[in-house]
């Protein structure tokens, strides 16, 4: 096995980690969070988690954002969205770090 293959193994086994300890402090948390992915990318071509979580506020907030990773992994398992490329984070705690950027598969807005 490659390291770059550990290395995503490794990831999924953290954010599923993460979604999972998320479902245990808030019952029904992953249903809730890919919903709401699902309705985010139905209005937005283009986005990032980050832009998901902010624009849901009925999904349960969680001390670890981590968790939304299983759910983003998961609504492009299912075809909600695509991951196409990197960005920077808009939130200043955050240091720019990396954010993945999805493209919706689901856009139901304006043409393109």
């Known amino acids: 096995m490659s390291g770059e293959q550990l290395g995503l193994e490794l990831a ?8 999972d300890r998320a479902e245990r402090l808030a019952p029904g ?7 709401a992915f699902r309705r985010f990318a139905q209005s ?11 624009a ?11 968790s939304w990773g299983g759910v983003a992994r998961r ?3 299912v075809g909600i969205c695509e991951k196409v490329g990197m960005s920077t984070s808009k939130l200043p705690y955050a240091h720019q770090r990396s954010v993945t950027v999805w ?4 856009f139901q807005g304006a043409s393109r």
């Open 29 to 35: 948390f992953n249903e809730k969070a890919l919903a």
């Open 44 to 54: 937005h071509d283009r986005f990032t988690t980050e832009d998901v979580i902010a």
């Open 103 to 106: 493209n919706s598969k689901i």
């Open 56 to 66: 849901s506020p009925e999904v349960p907030r969680t001390s670890d954002k981590r």
């Open 75 to 77: 609504a492009a398992f």
């Open 12 to 19: 999924i086994v953290a954010s599923q980690a993460a979604a």
